[in-house]
């Protein structure tokens, strides 16, 4: 059986399909527009999606879309009208698009659909999944669990902003909610917002800059914006906020808290924003540590899984595999609104459907998140010729040994190999590599190749059989979406070097053996990397290995600041030429800046917006 799964209309369009309950496609939108974030219907994904199998939409059993709309208004209608006369502006802006496109998006999508060659009976194919329901599926589903409790939180869905489910088997019972406007994920978009950063795009960064503050403001929030109770669940003093009725995420009294309007983003980070983020980032931690624990006495079942926007918030993950009490954690890797479209096509397959389910026990069924295009040799070799790029073709061997040998010598290496990978993660199919023991490779890729703010951490690629060597973690964690401590052993004593520092200043000062990947609290977020679902980045790093006794790779996305991240050798080679790129690795082919035509270079410093 065939289900195509959509999710759109809000951001992070994409499309998934499964067959027989098994992930076998699924995209962004982003990714093939090249436009960051794109809301629209995911043309190019489905399309993307179908010929992966091979087939047209006549051969699809069912199509799913990720949300129910008439919910969504009807949210958005009660909240304007519990809050007349205020947020009359925002109630006459929305109503238009509403009424317009929205609230009969059962038609539009059969319209969109129906322009795929077969179409065939559309309507009749097609359910409506709700958006957290959509969010706990893709969590439960693919997990290796028979058992688990499964929770997601976000910004808001149709009206949830928090959902407990129970998965067992086939089946999906949520248990608990807590409703608009009260909401973990918006508070810290709130705080995103006044730092400066853009919401739904920006909250990594708050991640990433928390750890150069104090959580001196955590008491104030918790004082008067979010009343948290020894279950883990909350509640928002909606007199600080804006979101629910006007045209921007926090209010006057909400400034007046905090002694001064919300940062610009052309202003220079402080120490205030700095504050802010850790304060924000420990209220998230405290309200996450304290509902699972709460979940795990409640239902005592041993495994948990996570998806939601707040799901990629690898810092409180982190802290809820090595402090909470559950034994076992799964976080879907597109934890996302683009992996609603995956979640919308699982919750057709085995609630809608009721079809049987069976797990490994052991592994997970997203195939390392590798459901992206690939391109096969031949066709790379001539895509980049057709481009202008001059390379050599190596075999296997000798591309990974001088590859390693490229990294060693200090370049930054975009890596473009097999499938691209499905959620906001590179891992290994489309990445920049860089040597982690090179105390300049943090600073070299966020100023001359990302062109993105100097305080941002890079992750490490890891061999999955030495992760406890080098970090404080037992486990896997496949989709870099768990933060950990560099172990002792590995650390360096700094002294009082970096008291009077801030940004890039501090980690000029190297922190561990492996700096590049070291954020200032000695935390990184950890990607291991395993032989049966990524041989290729597996045989890169062992020979990484082999030549520097080093099992380790600094691993960020290929794409420059509010870029998507690249998804044809095209895209590839664009940005190697645009940036301060070494070598470009795609399929056997290795290109080397110095032997470019150097008319083909373009400026990506200034070409896409801020993210």
Request: charged share 25%; proline share 5%; glycine share 8%.
């Amino acid at each position: 059986m065939l289900i195509l799964g959509i999710s759109a209309f809000y951001h992070d369009s994409a499309a998934a399909l499964i067959e027989d309950g098994i992930p076998i496609a699924a995209a962004q939108e982003e990714r093939f527009t090249r436009k960051k974030h794109d809301a629209g219907f995911p043309t190019l994904a489905v399309e993307y999606c179908l010929k992966e199998r091979g087939i047209t939409l006549k051969d699809i059993d069912h199509i799913v879309f990720f949300e129910k709309p008439f919910l969504k208004f009807e949210r958005l209608l009660e909240t304007y009208l519990a809050s007349v006369p205020k947020g009359f502006n925002s109630f006459r802006m929305a109503m238009p698009v509403w009424i317009k496109d929205k609230l009969f998006q059962k038609d539009k999508l059969i319209k969109l659909l129906e322009e795929f060659e077969d179409a065939g009976e559309v309507e009749n194919k097609l359910l409506f999944a709700e958006h957290h329901q959509s969010h706990a599926a893709s969590a439960f589903f693919p997990s290796p669990f028979e058992e688990a409790v499964i929770l997601t939180m976000d910004g808001v869905g149709e009206w949830a902003t928090a959902s407990v489910a129970i998965g067992k088997g086939n089946e999906l019972k949520t248990v608990r909610e807590i409703k608009f406007p009260h909401s973990l994920g918006l508070l810290y978009s709130a705080i995103t917002y006044y730092t400066g950063f853009r919401v739904n795009s920006g909250e990594y960064k708050v991640m990433g800059l928390a750890p150069y503050g104090e959580p001196k403001y955590a008491d104030m929030i918790k004082e008067h914006l979010i009343d948290i109770k020894e279950d883990g669940s909350f509640w928002l003093d909606q007199s600080y906020f804006n979101y629910a009725t006007g045209l921007t995420m926090t209010s006057k009294k909400f400034d007046d808290l905090f002694g001064a309007p919300p940062r610009t983003a052309e202003d220079k980070i402080t120490q205030r924003e700095m504050d802010l983020a850790a304060s924000v980032q420990a209220v998230t931690e405290e309200v996450m540590l304290k509902m699972t624990d709460n979940l795990a006495k409640t239902y005592g079942i041993k495994n948990l899984c996570l998806a939601g926007g707040v799901a990629l918030n690898c810092v409180a993950n982190g802290r809820i595999v090595r402090e909470g009490s559950f034994d076992n954690v799964w976080v879907q890797p597109a934890a996302g609104d683009a992996g609603g479209a995956l979640g919308a096509a699982l919750a057709g397959y085995y609630t809608e459907l009721g079809q049987l389910r069976t797990v490994s026990g052991t592994m997970d069924s997203m195939k390392g998140s590798y459901l992206g295009p690939e391109y096969k040799q031949p066709d790379i070799e001539s895509r980049l010729k057709e481009a202008g790029a001059v390379f050599e073709t190596l075999d296997d061997d000798a591309l990974m040994q001088e590859t390693a040998k490229c990294l060693e010598q200090g370049h930054a290496v975009g890596w473009f190999q097999g499938r691209m990978e499905f959620g906001p993660r590179a891992l290994g199919g489309r990445s920049i590599l860089g040597d982690p023991r090179n105390p300049k490779m943090q600073k070299t890729l966020n100023l001359k190749i990302k062109y993105r703010e100097s305080f941002r951490p890079f992750a490490p690629s890891i061999l999955s059989d030495q992760v406890s060597n080098y970090f404080d973690h037992k486990g896997t964690s496949p989709y870099m979406l768990i933060v950990a401590p560099v172990a002792e052993q590995h650390r360096l004593d700094t002294g009082d070097q970096d008291k009077d520092l801030f940004g890039i200043d501090k980690l000029n000062i190297p922190r561990s053996e492996i700096p590049a990947i070291t954020h200032v609290d000695y935390s990184a977020r950890i990607q291991t990397v395993h032989e049966e679902t990524n041989p290729r980045y597996h045989a890169l790093i062992s020979a990484f290995n082999e030549q520097t006794g080093c099992p380790i790779v600094v691993n960020t996305s290929f794409n420059v600041r509010g870029e998507p991240i690249v998804c044809t050798p095209e895209d590839a080679f664009r940005c190697f030429m645009g940036t301060e790129m070494d070598t470009l690795v795609v399929g056997n082919c290795l290109m080397r800046k110095p032997a470019q035509d150097q008319s083909l270079s373009e400026d990506y410093k200034d070409k896409f917006d801020l993210d």
